[in-house]
């Protein structure tokens, strides 16, 4: 089955920088990698997702890159803002199908 | 997308007691999905739950464990049976809400097993 790896485990990043979160996916058939926010006390929320047939999308500051080759997706957040603390995680797995396999998640805190 | 509501969204339960969770969506879905979130870790789902059939469970979770009712397209309870401390857990419904596996979660329900 499908194997999802995410780093880093948690990252600090001062306000207006940016964050970069990595996954890695074992499965060659996977086509479809989502990426949750998850803030305390709530369900993860899902905040842009990408499908192999792609390279790269955005949606304002958030961006997530795919190489399929590499078998590594990556999550982009520009001028970070202190209600981006939250953690985050990567999944993996076929459009269409229910089964997600999600990586460890990453604890990310801005710094004001 | 569709909005879930899950109850309750906390509970702090005896050893060898049982708790029902309940999901409720606000649009009929054909899937509900109900996974496990151990503190600090990641998502593992626990089963798959249709309406008018069995829910299909994944690797490492029993019916007789975590029984799960689907009685119409907008409503599902989870079953935490016999409980010991090594299910305190997050117990989080969801569903497709995209048509494609991006998934709407419930809030969540935080339980505690002493």
């Known amino acids: 089955g499908e194997n999802v790896e995410q780093h880093p485990s948690t990252l600090s990043v001062q306000e207006g920088d940016s964050a970069v979160i990595k996954c890695t996916y074992s499965?060659?058939?996977?086509?479809?990698f989502p990426w949750y926010k998850q803030e305390l006390g709530k369900g993860p929320q899902l905040i842009i997702d990408?499908?192999?047939?792609?390279g790269e999308k955005k949606d304002q500051r958030i961006a997530v890159t795919l190489n399929k080759t590499a078998k590594h997706f990556s999550l982009h957040i520009t001028e970070t803002q202190p209600e981006d603390s939250a953690v985050y995680f990567c999944?993996?797995?076929?459009?269409?199908?229910?089964?997600?396999?999600f990586g460890t998640g990453t604890r990310l805190t801005i710094i004001p | 997308s569709a909005v879930i509501s899950q109850k309750p969204s906390r509970d702090i339960c005896q050893r060898g007691t049982s708790l029902t969770i309940q999901c409720q969506v606000d649009?009929?879905?054909?899937?509900m999905f109900w996974y496990r979130q151990q503190p600090g870790q990641s998502l593992t789902l626990i089963a798959t739950?249709?309406?008018?059939?069995?829910?299909?469970?994944e690797s490492g979770f029993v019916i007789d464990k975590f029984p799960i009712s689907r009685p119409n397209l907008t409503f599902s309870t989870l079953t935490v049976s016999n409980m010991s401390p090594e299910d305190s857990s997050i117990y989080l419904c969801?569903?497709?809400?995209?048509?494609?596996?991006?998934?709407?979660f419930g809030s969540g329900t935080r339980l505690t097993v002493v």
């Open positions: 969801s569903v497709d809400s995209t048509g494609g596996g991006g998934y709407t």
């Open positions: 499965d060659s058939a996977s086509n479809y």
């Open positions: 990408i499908r192999s047939n792609v």
């Open positions: 999944a993996g797995g076929l459009f269409g199908n229910e089964k997600l396999t």
């Open positions: 649009s009929q879905v054909t899937m």
């Open positions: 739950a249709n309406q008018g059939s069995e829910a299909t469970y």
